[in-house]
């Protein structure tokens, strides 16, 4: 059964039903669900190719059209406004990953258990490079100050 997300688009502020899980209304009743939804190309084609292949398409499509539909919507400008638990499991549900899972698997978020300190070195005194002087003469000047 499809589970349902409100979904909020970023600069208009529509809201609009995203779904996810399987679709017994394409199902039972092919590409009219796309067409009510507003995909009218997508839903004209099922019901071509629903009819070409004895309703065999429906079935196989009634598996991914809610994920076609949210990722569709996801790229118009969408994002998900339900809660934060059912954000996550939209996504997860949707192959999305969250900023926090991406951050995660970059290594961003993995920290140590301690604070490693880093050895104390006496401050060094390197002087600045003076106007004028030449590469040769700063390096030799340098040296002597260490």
């Known amino acids: 059964m499809a589970t349902k997300i409100p979904m909020r688009h970023t600069e208009t502020g529509i809201i609009k039903k995203g779904l996810y899980g399987?679709?017994?209304?394409?199902?039972f009743f092919g590409g009219f669900p796309a067409?009510?939804?507003?995909?009218?190309?997508?839903?004209?084609?099922?019901?071509?190719?629903?009819i070409l292949t004895g309703g065999i398409a429906g079935i196989i499509w009634a598996f991914v059209y809610n994920k076609k539909y949210t990722l569709g919507l996801i790229e118009k400008g969408y994002v998900f406004a339900g809660s934060?638990?059912?954000?996550?499991?939209a996504k997860h549900k949707l192959g999305i990953m969250s900023q926090t899972s991406n951050a995660f698997r970059a290594g961003q978020l993995a920290t140590p258990a301690a604070p490693v300190k880093a050895p104390l070195?006496?401050?060094v005194n390197i002087p600045?490079?003076?106007?004028?002087?030449?590469?040769?003469e700063y390096l030799k000047r340098a040296g002597a100050a260490q």
Do not use: H, Y
Request: glycine share 8%; charged share 20%; hydrophobic share 50%.
């Open 35 to 50: 067409l009510f939804r507003g995909d009218i190309f997508i839903g004209l084609a099922l019901i071509v190719i629903c």
């Open 128 to 136: 600045q490079r003076m106007p004028g002087e030449t590469p040769a």
């Open 84 to 89: 934060d638990a059912d954000n996550e499991l």
């Open 22 to 27: 399987f679709s017994w209304t394409t199902l």
């Open 121 to 123: 070195k006496a401050p």
